[in-house]
DNA sequence: TATTGTTATACTCTATAACTATA
DNA sequence: TATAGTTATAGAGTATAACAATA
């Protein structure tokens, strides 16, 4: 079951821990080469995404960043037209963040490029081996929260 | 398939590299408490282990980092008697290092902390699943490198 | 007085470049 | 001249703390 001549390495953990890393570092340089986007911008646009609409703060938390990156993540987003600041107008020390159309298209790249990084790591299983996979991750992550 | 309402959410990618990255920080919070190591630490017992001696700068290729850092990370390991370097005799610029029983002992612990993690991240799954996702995981990695 | 966003500062990690000693 | 190890320096990334506006 366990190799006894590779400590750590046959732990799952581990080779969960060394395959998020070469991918999350692989997708960050994509992005980065292809739209100009780091991994937390990213995980900015999945939040906006699926909240509608958050302020900074919000954002800090659902993101798991301090509220000062936030402040720099939305600087570079705004920038590229990917997200709109609104000044809130019941409280008027809040920015309502929210998604623009640009956003949006940018989210749907950044989904293509993981899928291509998903199928490029994933092609020496057979289909039904990949989709196996997915769903146990699926499984496993719907017990945690989102960091970036 | 794949849930259209959540972009890049939905992607094995996306899902590895945030499941990886959450382990790798919980695994290294845990070895630094426990230990004293920190993640690249580990990677050169790990290393180590394997290759059974290894220079520092063979080191530096095995693991991923510059060589400048594998003298940091060397430095510890030999503090905490993980590690023995001997100067080769056949090229007295090499440091040969080799890990030490107590650098062993210390492997087997960061195998176990690994363990735990590995178990409390599949809670959920049923046995015959984590030992599908282990194995899984295992068919992947084998077709890359290891950095950290 | 407490909170949102912001700016200023400091800290951690790691790489690059410069240096030494051997080859 | 080239290479192994080391030291010095610099850059990226991010957090903490201080500050301004609003509640």
Redesign the pocket.
């Known amino acids: 079951m366990n190799d006894v001549k590779s400590l750590l390495r046959g732990t799952t953990a581990f080779r969960l821990g060394l395959l998020g890393t070469l991918l999350s570092n692989q997708f960050g340089e994509r992005i980065g080469a292809a739209l100009d986007l ?3 911008h990213a995980g900015v646009l999945v939040a906006l995404d699926t909240r509608g609409s958050a ?4 954002l800090a938390t659902l993101v ?9 993540l ?1 600087d570079h987003l705004e920038d590229l037209g990917a997200i709109e ?1 609104i000044r809130s107008d ?7 963040l929210r998604l623009t159309p640009k956003g949006h298209a940018l989210l749907v790249r950044c989904d293509e490029i993981a899928q291509t990084l998903s199928d490029e790591v994933t092609a020496a299983l057979p289909r039904a081996d990949r989709e196996k996979l997915h769903k146990l991750l699926g499984a496993v992550t719907a017990h945690h929260k989102l960091p ?1």
């Not at 302020?55 to 919000?58: A, G, I, L, T």
């Not at 960043?65 to 720099?72: G, M, R, Y």
Request: net charge positive.
């Open positions: 780091k991994l937390k302020s900074q703060q919000e798991g960043v301090a509220p000062s990156l936030v402040v720099a939305a600041r019941v409280d008027r020390r809040r920015m309502d970036h």
